[in-house]
T-cell receptor, first 112, second 111 residues
């Protein structure tokens, strides 16, 4: 199906574990983004990518790693999860015609 | 620090009324503005985009932009209980691809 998907939708992990959140889009959008959303902070940009193999830090990149080997995929890795990374994570993609960003369904991550 | 400020909520309106949501932004060079609707537990959904001064209508929704005043608003006419959600204003940075989001305004439409 066309659109943007995220997996897993829910994840519980322990402090110190590595966890990877997946994002896949079928629109061939150049840009992809990772946000986290927490009460009191709204949506905060973690990392973004303008194209395959081009990534850049956002507002809150510490503790996260991204890669983009293919245009359609943009995984986000927490190398050593901490409780402060408990959040809802949204992936988004954007074309370059009208700059409209479309969000995936989100991943709710709990770090115990 | 580029900022986007939205009118503090929560906002409560009766069914059938007009709901008015407001947003101001600090980046004077911004050219692209967006309104998202987010239901509780769901992801943000794009409902309006506006790029030029004036009004843009889509069904019951009207976005209004005034670049001189650095102000963008969203009007929802004939509000329905299904419009109850948090509305996020987003502004694209002048050069680049990033959006800055406001904190959101929670709207409740009472039957």
């Amino acid at each position: 199906d066309a659109g943007i998907t995220q997996s897993p939708r829910y994840k519980i992990t322990e402090t110190g574990r590595q966890v990877t959140l997946m994002c896949h889009q079928t629109w061939s959008h150049s840009y992809m983004f990772w946000y986290r959303q927490d009460l009191g902070h709204g949506l905060r940009l973690i990392y973004y990518s303008a194209a395959a193999d081009i990534t850049d830090k956002g507002e809150v990149p510490d503790g996260y790693v991204v890669s983009r080997s293919k245009t359609e995929n943009f995984p986000l890795t927490l190398e050593s999860a901490t409780r402060s990374q408990t959040s809802v994570y949204f992936c988004a993609s954007m074309g370059t015609v009208n700059y409209e960003q479309y969000f995936g369904p989100g991943t709710r991550l709990t770090v115990t | 620090q580029k900022e986007v400020e939205q009118n503090s909520g929560p906002l409560s309106v009766p069914e059938g009324a007009i709901a008015s949501l407001n947003c101001t932004y600090s980046d004077r060079g911004s050219q692209s503005f967006f309104w998202y609707r987010q239901y509780s537990g769901k992801s943000p959904e794009l409902i309006m985009s506006i790029y030029s001064n004036g009004d843009k209508e889509d069904g019951r929704f009207t976005a209004q932009l005034n670049k001189a005043s650095q102000y963008v608003s969203l009007l929802i006419r004939d509000s329905q209980p299904s419009d109850s959600a948090t509305y996020l204003c987003a502004v694209k940075e002048t050069s680049g691809s990033r959006l800055t989001f406001g904190e959101g305004t929670q709207l409740t439409v009472n039957p």
